[in-house]
Nanobody
């Protein structure tokens, strides 16, 4: 059974930093492209960042470029998102997903073969 669990969210002031983690089990982690998504209340879910299975390719939404950094540790089956210079508009539920096709700014989780976590809340106060 595949499990994807995010952690590291919380409340932070604008300008602060957080590091999200996502640990996956029940799958061969280093075979999957992974991505972070976020969804704020009343807004559509958006792709934030994506990383290839080797970590050699990374993608970022324009809104987070230069502030967020995605990485992975395949030995630990863990995905990370380092978030710096946080803004109130970064407030959202952040989810990670496994088995994602990333092309430019478009991230698509494989239908029926993708895996989602329950999410971790990030709240940035002004």
């Amino acid at each position: 059974q595949v499990q994807v669990v995010e952690s590291g969210g919380g409340l932070v002031q604008a300008g602060g930093s957080l590091r999200l983690s996502c640990t996956a089990s029940g799958l061969i982690f280093d075979e999957y492209t992974m991505a972070w998504f976020r969804q704020a209340p009343g807004k559509e879910r958006e792709g934030v960042s994506c990383i290839s299975w080797t970590g050699g390719r990374t993608y970022y939404a324009d809104s987070v470029k230069g502030r967020f950094a995605i990485s992975r540790d395949n030995a630990k089956n863990t995905l990370y998102l380092q978030m710096n210079s946080l803004k109130p508009e970064d407030t959202a539920m952040y989810h990670c997903a496994a088995n994602v096709a990333c092309v430019g700014n478009t991230y698509r989780v494989a239908t029926g073969k993708g895996y989602w976590g329950q999410g971790t809340q990030v709240t940035v106060s002004s």
